[in-house]
């Protein structure tokens, strides 16, 4: 367990530095407070408090998010380049709708708002009823850690970690206790069909067995909402399937909110609804 601990207390190390470089950066008197919704309860304000999570907004119990008047913009040299502009866009619990556009069209931009992988030039973006505009990154990172779940293009899995190690690394850094760790990520890695794989490192893995594990790491803390990256980017048409096949059923089984980038108009028939971008602006 040598190995999975140094890669805990290598990523506190970097959570840490992170959070010395914003605290400088915030703005004096801004409150630490996670919402401002009435509907959540009250938390404490002192470094290292838990965060009040899964609270729902009364009023739209099935709103799980809802970007608001988000614009997000880049500098270019001296020019300064607008890649999204979204008045309100809304997702509901269960739904499983892909964002797709054509390439620059602003699609992993407005994955990483929805996220919390960045931070909007100006609006808001609210999870499970939490307006996140009002929290700070440390506060960010632990939402990120027990409600989301990530899949990326490439994998991002440990190499020198096993399947099932790079699956409850996450858990272990909740605070889990090993029986529940290797408990859930042999259970998830065996929905995702990779149950007589949990020993095997990622180099003996082809490119679908390691995003499977990848999607495994996503789904083990049962995350509120996986966002997926262009998950078969990587991956041949066989693979692809697979891989879809796996997101439609925890989407129609177990009703996963599932948040979806891609530029494959054939994707499109795994779902009910598209979302379409074009030069960072919903089309109607």
Known sequence: MDKIEREIEREIEREIEREMETEMEN???????????????????????EIAVNT?????????IEGIDIVRTF????????????SALIFRMGDGEP???????????????????????????????????LMFDREKGRFRLHNLGYVFQDYALLPELTASENVFI?????????AEYESAAAKILEAVGLGDRLSQLPSKMSGGQQQRVSIARALAHN???LFADEPCANLDSQNSKEVLDLFKKFNKELGQTIVMVTHEDWHAEYTDR???LKDGVLEQ
């Open 274 to 276: 598209v979302i379409r």
């Open 56 to 64: 729902l907004n009364e009023k739209n119990v099935d709103i799980i």
């Open 27 to 49: 703005e004096p008197g801004k409150e630490n407070i996670e919402t401002g919704n009435e509907n959540m309860p009250d938390r404490k304000k002192e470094a290292g408090t």
């Open 170 to 178: 996450s858990l272990m850094m909740q605070g889990k206790s090993k």
């Open 75 to 86: 500098l270019m040299g001296e020019v300064e380049v607008r890649v999204l502009l979204l």
């Open 99 to 133: 964002i797709m556009g054509p390439s620059g069209s602003g699609k992993t931009t407005l994955l990483n708002q929805l996220g919390l992988l960045d931070t909007p030039n100006s609006g808001k973006v609210i999870i499970n009823g939490a307006d996140t505009s």
């Open 223 to 225: 995350p509120i909402i």
